[in-house]
């Protein structure tokens, strides 16, 4: 029912007698105004008192018993007056009234400003982020197990306090029952310190500054002396608090709440999908290694893995055919009848060589060093070389030394098997 003044982006107001002020969100949703944010700012030369109104401050409308002593104590505990005082707005949150008295008849200005990128929104949507998807190493840090004990000592004493006396109650319905009503009552108590922290900041720095230091010391002696967490449950338990932690983070780093929501959704699916797509992977490459056609992978030999292979091949070979004459099913008299040597035969099967002395003397004489056979190739590589290109004769004598050795095996082999 109040006749309160409308603001609007970039106005410059200036007036002297008490007035109450209002902005009213644009319902329109942009992309652009995601981390965007509206300043306003009051100052005077005299001081004058700044008082948030809105239909929350009426405690007759209050829905529940929190609300209603959040109300009760909002109206008790108000600031002292200043000189100059900020609100910061986000573009869809809700709307803002707010009424200024001063004290003397003395101009004050008020003016709003848009930022379109504010620092610190954007700065909880990245830890939001970052939090949430290292929740699980975080969790197993014991660096960040004392920092986060520090933190929660600092915002949140009646929650530390409570956790560090839990082995002293005991029923876990009345430790419960407790930390419900601490949780409770220290949000509360952030919301109050985050309104009035420039306030809080400005006159009371020195309690402030002694505050932190001291719960933040205790706090970090009380954790290391408990030490870091060993337990799986109790890192489960930690790591699941850090991941709410983060969505409360994303969701008051944006200025669109279903942007918020759709972000958060993403997360808990790409979190969830990890494993199924870890299987999938996991059964395509073993598809792929399976289906994969095996390339033939041909391996030149040396000289004397070739007189090597063909030896061992060679007696194997001879060995399979032994135990074959020797088997039952083996026709001995019709192959007996054909044969022009049957006692070299049936030597043989019982364990004597195949060649005979004289046989591998006459090979040795052929095709050993010095043999007619070298002889022949020699001259006959040399003077196809010399028809060729007679210049290049000396180069091609190298050549065909080198082919000479090379060359020397085959025959041998061949008669071998």
Not at 26 to 32: G, P, Y
Not at 388 to 415: G, K, L, R, V, W
């Amino acid at each position: 029912g109040r006749n309160c003044s409308l603001l609007q982006e970039m106005d410059v107001i200036q007036k002297q007698d008490e007035n109450c002020y209002c902005y009213v969100q644009n319902r329109t949703i942009h992309l652009q105004y995601l981390w965007s944010t509206l300043q306003i700012k009051v100052n005077s030369r005299e001081k004058f008192r700044f008082e948030p109104i809105s239909e929350k401050n009426n405690c007759r409308n209050s829905e529940t018993v929190f609300e209603f002593a959040a109300c009760a104590v909002q109206i008790l505990w108000k600031p002292e007056t200043c000189t100059e005082t900020s609100l910061s707005i986000k573009q869809y949150g809700e709307d803002v009234c707010f009424k200024i008295q001063p004290f003397k008849i003395e101009p004050y200005t008020v003016r709003v400003k848009r930022e379109m990128l504010d620092g610190k929104l954007l700065f909880l949507f990245v830890a939001g982020i970052f939090l949430f998807h290292f929740a699980n190493s975080l969790s197993r840090s014991a660096k960040f197990f004392y920092l986060s004990g520090i933190i929660l000592g600092v915002l949140a004493l009646l929650v530390f306090v409570l956790l560090t006396l839990k082995r002293f109650i005991p029923r876990h319905s009345t430790f419960w029952i407790l930390m419900s009503g601490s949780c409770m009552t220290s949000l509360y108590f952030i919301y109050c310190f985050k309104e009035n922290m420039q306030w809080l900041w400005s006159e009371h720095r020195n309690y402030l500054l002694g505050y932190f230091l001291a719960v933040g010391i205790t706090s970090f002696a009380i954790c290391y002396q408990h030490g870091p967490l060993t337990t799986e449950l109790s890192i489960t338990l930690f790591t699941w608090t850090l991941q709410l932690t983060a969505f409360v983070l994303i969701y008051c780093g944006v200025t669109i709440p279903q942007v918020a929501y759709a972000v958060i959704a993403v997360s808990l699916c790409s979190k969830g999908l990890c494993y199924p797509l870890g299987a999938a992977c996991h059964i395509a490459r073993k598809m792929k290694y399976h289906f994969k056609s095996k390339k033939l992978v041909f391996k030149y030999l040396t000289e004397e893995e070739y007189r090597e292979q063909g030896e061992s091949e060679t007696v194997r070979a001879l060995e399979e055919l032994r135990s074959f004459c020797r088997s039952p099913d083996f026709p001995s008299w019709i192959a007996v009848s054909k044969l022009q040597a049957p006692h070299r035969f049936a030597g043989f099967v019982l364990g004597s060589p195949h060649v005979s002395p004289a046989e591998t003397k006459a090979h040795d004489e052929e095709y050993g060093i010095g043999s007619s056979f070298l002889e022949e190739q020699l001259f006959e590589t040399r003077a196809q070389s010399e028809q060729h290109d007679p210049a290049n004769s000396i180069h091609e004598d190298e050549e065909n030394e080198d082919e000479m050795h090379t060359q020397i095996p085959y025959p041998y082999a061949t008669e071998l098997l």
